[in-house]
C-alpha cells in the first residue's frame, strides 16, 4: 500500500485592490443597559446579614421543620405516628 501525499490546507484567498470589503464588525459592541438589582431596595443604613452557607443551611432546615410541624415546635403532630 502506498502513502497518500499530504492533504493541503485550504487558505482564504488573499484581498485584491477592487474586491468587495468582508464583514465589518465594530470595535466595541454598543454599551448595555445596567440590570437591575434583584434584591428588594433596603431602608438606608441598613445591610445585608452576613451568614455562611452553613447558618443558610440551618435556617432552611429550620424552616422547613416548622412547615411540616404546622408551626408546632414540641410535641406530636397530628396525622403522625409517635416512634415506638
Not at 25 to 41: F, H, I, L, R, S
Not at 74 to 80: A, H, M, N, R
Request: glycine fraction near 10%.
Amino acid at each position: 500500500m502506498t502513502p497518500h501525499p499530504p492533504t493541503p490546507i485550504p487558505h482564504p484567498p488573499t484581498p485584491q485592490p477592487g474586491d468587495p470589503p468582508g464583514p465589518i464588525t465594530p470595535a466595541d459592541p454598543p454599551p448595555q443597559e445596567p440590570m437591575p438589582p434583584t434584591d428588594p431596595p433596603r431602608p438606608a443604613g441598613t445591610a445585608r446579614p452576613d451568614t455562611t452557607p452553613a447558618e443558610e443551611w440551618g435556617e432552611r432546615i429550620d424552616t422547613g421543620r416548622t412547615i411540616a410541624r404546622g408551626g408546632q415546635q414540641e410535641g406530636d403532630v397530628p396525622g403522625s405516628e409517635p416512634d415506638e
